[in-house]
């Protein structure tokens, strides 16, 4: 219920107002049954306007630290991921993760549709990266079809550590559905998970006109985090202290 009352009255209308949103391809969403959007992830922000513009409720697997922050802030990210129907994910073991892609299938088994960022992370710096199996195997034990998504500019709208957005127009392309259904019967199959997943990335990336970086984006935002910190000064041997 809070999710339809953000949606069109407390938070959709406004967000339709200023930001306007562009979207091509709207005809590939499907009206009915399950189906899995899978988009690049460049903003915050594209939780938020990806679902603006689709008909139907998109549940999302939300990073577990939406729902564990501590204080004030920790307790409003909490009541609307919550209220909002996101799944909390634990990117960081592999048993809650499951847990996670399990109650993702259920939705799909009712019919309903699932939003997924493949790269399992936001872009540090725009580019596109390589993709997480999850979406695989969500694939292909739910035998969904997959709509690729591309944002175009969520990362001007919002970079990354900023807090106010830019207003400027989103811009979003929906691509035609993609079907695995040869694939049936495989899931267990490691080298079939790797090849559907970069078949949904190319498609990704083919519509979102990003740089593909053969390299998980958790790893790349760790270098960049690296070669962020200050170098430590050290004191030539035999120099005065």
Avoid at 90 to 97: C, I, L, P, T, Y
Avoid at 176 to 186: E, I, N, V
Wanted: proline share 7%; with cysteine.
């Amino acid at each position: 219920m809070f999710y339809w009352l953000c949606k069109y009255v407390l938070l959709g209308p406004l967000l339709r107002l200023v930001f306007r949103p562009d979207v091509e391809g709207r005809e590939h969403l499907p009206e009915t049954g399950a189906a899995i959007l899978a988009s690049n992830h460049l903003s915050f922000v594209d939780s938020l306007f990806l679902p603006l513009v689709v008909s139907r409720k998109v549940t999302f697997p939300a990073k577990a630290e939406y729902f564990t922050s501590p204080g004030i802030k920790g307790f409003m990210m909490r009541l609307f991921f919550t209220a909002a129907g996101q799944l909390p994910i634990d990117r960081g073991s592999g048993s809650a993760a499951k847990a996670t892609l399990d109650a993702l299938k259920g939705l799909l088994k009712d019919g309903d549709l699932v939003g997924i960022y493949p790269e399992g992370t936001r872009s540090p710096d725009g580019r596109l990266y390589r993709g997480k199996t999850g979406v695989a195997r969500l694939v292909l034990e739910s035998g969904a079809p997959v709509v690729p998504c591309a944002l175009l500019n969520t990362n001007q709208i919002q970079p990354l550590g900023k807090r106010m957005p830019r207003i400027m127009r989103v811009r979003i392309r929906i691509g035609k559905p993609l079907d695995f259904s040869r694939y049936a019967g495989m899931e267990s199959d490691r080298m079939v998970a790797r090849s559907v997943t970069d078949e949904i990335m190319y498609e990704i990336m083919r519509m979102s006109g990003q740089t593909y970086v053969d390299m998980y984006g958790s790893k790349a935002k760790a270098m960049l985090e690296k070669q962020a910190q200050p170098v430590e000064e050290k004191t030539p041997v035999g120099a005065p202290a």
